[in-house]
């Protein structure tokens, strides 16, 4: 096996990992204690279709562990590190296959990482971190942010998926 393949994948990981640090970090649309509107899934998205579900989970657990380092916001909460890298596993999970459809997977994947995790469980990551409101009250003001997540993710990644055969066909030429 060749290293260069390898180091090549290692490199493009780590851009896509610093990318996703801005995004989070520097470029947020919308942003307040409780609601958070970036294009963090991004880079995230095109690990996970070049490099499927550990791609994807490296690229957003880590960038998500070194914002937090780097560029805290408040207290490291390790919940949300484990909920960002298991968002990254299901986009790898829905987009890895480079042949498959992004419908219905990957709108099934969009829906769980929003509703199920992002809404769900950060937002009791939240609850549990900040305690000012209940889980519901952080719940009911989280709602308009998922929907703009969803509808911004539902656009673009197709589009992203594209960016990403393009890559690959350069690649093996």
Not at 102 to 120: D, K, Q
């Amino acid at each position: 096996m060749s290293k260069k393949p390898l180091l090549a994948k290692m490199i493009r990981t780590a851009m896509l990992i610093a990318l996703a640090v801005v995004l989070d970090r520097f470029v947020p649309v919308a942003f307040t204690e409780s609601v958070k509107i970036t294009l963090t899934f991004v880079p995230v998205v095109i690990a996970a279709a070049l490099y499927g579900p550990a791609g994807g989970a490296a690229v957003w657990g880590f960038s998500d562990l070194l914002g937090a380092l780097l560029f805290p916001r408040g207290p490291y909460f390790p919940g949300f590190t484990a909920t960002a890298a298991l968002k990254g596993v299901i986009f790898g999970l829905a987009l890895g296959e480079r042949d498959r459809k992004f419908f219905p997977l990957g709108v099934l994947a969009v829906l769980a990482n929003n509703l199920l995790i992002g809404l769900g469980l950060d937002t009791l990551w939240i609850a549990v971190l900040y305690g000012k409101q209940t889980y519901w009250g952080y719940f009911l003001t989280r709602i308009p942010q998922f929907a703009v997540l969803t509808a911004m993710q539902l656009c673009l990644i197709p589009l992203l998926r594209r960016l990403c055969a393009l890559i690959e066909k350069r690649n093996r030429s």
